[in-house]
Nanobody, 124 residues
Framework: QVQLVESGGGLVQAGGSLRLSCAAS????????MGWFRQYPGKEREFTAA????????DYADSVKGRFTISRDNAKNTVYLQMNSLKPEDTAVYYC?????????????????WGQGTQVTVSS
């Protein structure tokens, strides 16, 4: 069982930066791929970024590529999402997720555990 707790969300002006963190419980964090998804009101969660269990592979949605960076520290059981050059359209609830996959990181159904989400609001 893995429990995930996100933090770092908040209100920021357009062009600003935020860093989200996702702390995981359990001793098997290093064996899980990790993903970040975001959800707009009334919409399904959409893929934002993912990182393999080793950190050697990362993937990004086209809408955030070049602005967001996902990373992980397996010693701290934590995954991060550094968000730069934020835009109002980045406003959403951001969720982290853990899954034992080695591919198809963009598919939300492949993840076994989810955090409770953290709100990110970008003002124009």
């Amino acid at each position: 069982q893995v429990q995930l707790v996100e933090s770092g969300g908040g209100l920021v002006q357009a062009g600003g930066s935020l860093r989200l963190s996702c702390a995981a419980s359990g001793r098997t964090f290093g064996s899980y791929a990790m993903g970040w998804f975001r959800q707009y009101p009334g919409k399904e969660r959409e893929f934002t970024a993912a990182i393999s269990w080793s950190g050697g592979y990362t993937d990004y949605a086209d809408s955030v590529k070049g602005r967001f960076t996902i990373s992980r520290d397996n010693a701290k059981n934590t995954v991060y999402l550094q968000m730069n050059s934020l835009k109002p359209e980045d406003t959403a609830v951001y969720y982290c997720a853990a899954g034992r996959m080695s591919s198809r990181y963009r598919n939300s159904y492949g993840y076994d555990y989810w955090g409770q989400g953290t709100q990110v609001t970008v003002s124009s």
